[in-house]
C-alpha cells in the first residue's frame, strides 16, 4: 500500500490575491541500510513497497542475483532502517557514486563489461508502441498530477504496460522494477524502459544489467547516457511526447513508419 501525500497548509497567490488553501506534497523518507551486518548506504527515497526497491538496488548493484540470493529482509519503519542478510559477500572495498537527481542515491560497482552490446540482439521495436506505453505511463501517474515531485517509471512490451513504479528519485524508480519484476518472476531482457525523468549514464548502467532494449523520456538524455547507450547496444529516445520523438541511439532498431 502507498502511503497517502500529507496535506499541508499553504497561502496561494493568484494574481496578487491570497488565499488559503492545502496542498499535498511528497513524502521524502531516508532508508539506512545494513546487508551483512555491514552498514551501506541510506537511500533517500519514497516510503511505499520497500521490499522491491530493497530487492531491486541489490540486483542492480550485483549483489543478489534472484530472492533465492536473499537471506531475510527485515524493515524497521519507524526507524527507517533496513536490514538484509544475503548468500553472497560484500566486496571488501566499494566505491560508491552519488547518483544525480532529486532523491539522490548510491551506486556500487557497475562493471564495463555489462556496456556492451549484447550478442546476436535483433530486437526491433515500432513507433506505436513508445506512444502507446508513455500515454499508459501518464494516466498512471496520477500521482504527479496530485501534487508533483514523484517521477515515474515503467517496464512494456508491445502489449502495453508491465510495470509501474514511482518515487522521488529517478534512479529509485528503475531499482523498483527490478524488484518487483524478481517477485514475479518477469524476464526483462529487450524491454521497453520508460521514464517521466531525464535519462543519465547511472540509468543507462541498470537498464544494461537488465538486458533492456530500448529507453524512452519524456525528458533529455545527458551527453554520456547517449555514450553508453550506444556501446551497450540500446536504443535511446527522448522528448516522447504526444506524436514526435527524438532519436539519440541506434534508429535502426526502431519503425517510425
Same mark, same amino acid.
Given at each position: 500500500?502507498?502511503?497517502?501525500?500529507?496535506?499541508?497548509?499553504?497561502?496561494?497567490?493568484?494574481?496578487?490575491?491570497?488565499?488559503?488553501?492545502?496542498?499535498?506534497?511528497?513524502?521524502?523518507?531516508?532508508?539506512?541500510?545494513?546487508?551483512?551486518?555491514?552498514?551501506?548506504?541510506?537511500?533517500?527515497?519514497?516510503?511505499?513497497?520497500?521490499?522491491? =526497491?530493497?530487492?531491486?538496488?541489490?540486483?542492480?548493484?550485483?549483489?543478489?542475483?534472484?530472492?533465492?540470493?536473499?537471506?531475510?529482509?527485515?524493515?524497521?519503519?519507524?526507524?527507517?532502517?533496513?536490514?538484509?542478510?544475503?548468500?553472497?559477500?560484500?566486496?571488501?572495498?566499494?566505491?560508491?557514486?552519488?547518483?544525480?537527481?532529486?532523491?539522490?542515491?548510491?551506486?556500487?560497482? =557497475?562493471?564495463?563489461?555489462?556496456?556492451?552490446?549484447?550478442?546476436?540482439?535483433?530486437?526491433?521495436?515500432?513507433?506505436?508502441?513508445?506512444?502507446?506505453?508513455?500515454?499508459?505511463?501518464?494516466?498512471?501517474?496520477?500521482?504527479?498530477?496530485?501534487?508533483?515531485?514523484?517521477?515515474?517509471?515503467?517496464?512494456?512490451?508491445?502489449?502495453?504496460?508491465?510495470?509501474?513504479?514511482?518515487?522521488?528519485?529517478?534512479?529509485?524508480?528503475?531499482?523498483?522494477?527490478?524488484?518487483?519484476?524478481?517477485?514475479?518472476?518477469?524476464?526483462?531482457?529487450?524491454?521497453?524502459?520508460?521514464?517521466?525523468?531525464?535519462?543519465?549514464?547511472?540509468?543507462?548502467?541498470?537498464?544494461?544489467?537488465?538486458?533492456?532494449?530500448?529507453?524512452?523520456?519524456?525528458?533529455?538524455?545527458?551527453?554520456?547516457?547517449?555514450?553508453?547507450?550506444?556501446?551497450?547496444?540500446?536504443?535511446?529516445?527522448?522528448?516522447?511526447?504526444?506524436?514526435?520523438?527524438?532519436?539519440?541511439?541506434?534508429?535502426?532498431?526502431?519503425?517510425?513508419?
Amino acid at each position: 500500500m502507498k502511503d497517502a501525500p500529507a496535506a499541508r497548509k499553504i497561502l496561494r497567490i493568484v494574481q496578487g490575491e491570497a488565499e488559503a488553501a492545502e496542498r499535498r506534497v511528497v513524502a521524502e523518507y531516508p532508508l539506512r541500510l545494513r546487508i551483512n551486518e555491514r552498514e551501506l548506504a541510506t537511500l533517500v527515497c519514497s516510503p511505499h513497497q520497500l521490499n522491491f =526497491l530493497l530487492a531491486g538496488f541489490c540486483r542492480l548493484q550485483g549483489f543478489i542475483a534472484s530472492l533465492d540470493d536473499i537471506l531475510s529482509m527485515g524493515v524497521c519503519r519507524e526507524y527507517g532502517q533496513a536490514d538484509l542478510r544475503i548468500r553472497a559477500s560484500l566486496p571488501e572495498r566499494l566505491q560508491p557514486t552519488l547518483t544525480s537527481g532529486c532523491g539522490a542515491g548510491i551506486s556500487f560497482n =557497475l562493471p564495463q563489461e555489462l556496456l556492451q552490446p549484447a550478442q546476436g540482439r535483433d530486437r526491433h521495436y515500432r513507433s506505436a508502441e513508445l506512444f502507446r506505453a508513455m500515454k499508459e505511463l501518464q494516466e498512471q501517474a496520477e500521482q504527479y498530477r496530485s501534487h508533483g515531485g514523484i517521477h515515474s517509471a515503467a517496464i512494456a512490451d508491445a502489449g502495453g504496460l508491465l510495470l509501474y513504479a514511482e518515487d522521488i528519485g529517478r534512479h529509485n524508480t528503475l531499482d523498483r522494477l527490478a524488484g518487483e519484476a524478481l517477485f514475479r518472476k518477469l524476464e526483462l531482457r529487450d524491454k521497453l524502459l520508460l521514464t517521466s525523468g531525464r535519462v543519465s549514464t547511472e540509468m543507462v548502467a541498470k537498464a544494461a544489467r537488465l538486458g533492456i532494449g530500448l529507453i524512452a523520456s519524456r525528458t533529455s538524455p545527458t551527453d554520456k547516457a547517449i555514450e553508453l547507450c550506444e556501446q551497450a547496444g540500446i536504443t535511446l529516445v527522448g522528448y516522447l511526447r504526444g506524436s514526435s520523438m527524438e532519436i539519440y541511439s541506434h534508429p535502426q532498431r526502431l519503425s517510425w513508419k
